[in-house]
């Protein structure tokens, strides 16, 4: 499955970097997702844009800040991370938002360890 | 608020055996229900989806059939294989104009099938 590519697959970074992680849609989608996927966790939702503007974000800390330049890329900046923010960080893309029906499809993940 | 619940894991079955892992949900509306599975080291992959009451959606074997009167979603395939090992996660998308197609997912169940 190509349609939702993520670099990099792995990071590990201290608690003082400055970190971005990439999304990139081949799908002709024009919404967005961040997810976050901790150990014995639900995947928590953090952030969606539609048509390039954001319209959730779910309480994130602002120590993770979204960017998203236009419909096919979506960026997560990281910086003075916590070690209880590793996890897998995953993309997802759906034609639209607001839609019950519409199917979101997932990139493979960035596996963040933050030490 | 929207949440789904999935039965614990682990589940452990030899090949060929019958599966079921159930899934009930809690919603206010009328939402869209969701099986999403994930492989080791990949992203979640749409199974197979239902968007009202008594549909059934089906994929690679698998069944589920959204019932309204239990609020439920179980996923049921009559002989897995090796290869069904994975992740399978249940979730919905609350439909309004303001949910923007968020999906509340459960926690996951690990199947692993054993030759």
């Known amino acids: 499955e190509t349609g939702v590519t993520q670099t990099p697959r792995h990071l590990v970074m201290g608690m003082t970097n400055k970190k971005s992680l990439k999304c990139e849609q081949h799908?002709?989608?024009?919404?967005m997702y961040w997810y976050k996927q901790s150990a014995k966790k639900p995947l928590e939702l953090m952030f969606v844009?539609?048509?390039?503007?954001?319209?959730e974000n779910n309480s994130v800390p602002s120590r993770f800040s979204p960017e998203c330049p236009n419909s096919s890329h979506l960026f997560l900046h990281l910086h003075t991370l916590q070690p209880e923010d590793s996890a897998l960080y995953l993309c997802?893309?759906?034609?639209?938002?607001?839609?019950?029906?519409?199917?979101?499809?997932f990139g493979p993940g960035t596996r963040l360890l933050v030490l | 608020g929207d949440s789904v619940t999935q039965m614990e894991g682990p589940v452990t079955l030899s090949e060929e055996a019958f599966l079921t892992i159930n899934c009930t949900y809690t919603?206010?509306?009328?939402?869209?229900l969701f099986w999403y599975v994930q492989y080791p080291g990949e992203g979640l992959q749409l199974l197979l989806k239902?968007?009202?009451?008594?549909d059934k959606g089906s994929n690679k074997g698998f069944e589920a059939t959204y019932r309204k009167e239990t609020t439920s979603f179980h996923l049921e395939k009559g002989s897995v294989q090796v290869s069904d090992s994975a992740v399978y996660f249940c979730a919905l998308s609350e439909g309004s104009g303001t949910s923007y197609g968020k999906l509340t997912f459960g926690q996951g169940t690990i199947l692993t099938v054993h030759p």
């Open positions: 799908l002709g989608h024009n919404a």
């Open positions: 997802a893309s759906s034609l639209g938002a607001g839609d019950s029906k519409e199917t979101q499809y």
């Open positions: 919603a206010t509306g009328y939402p869209s």
């Open positions: 844009y539609n048509f390039k503007e954001q319209t």
């Open positions: 239902a968007t009202k009451a008594d």
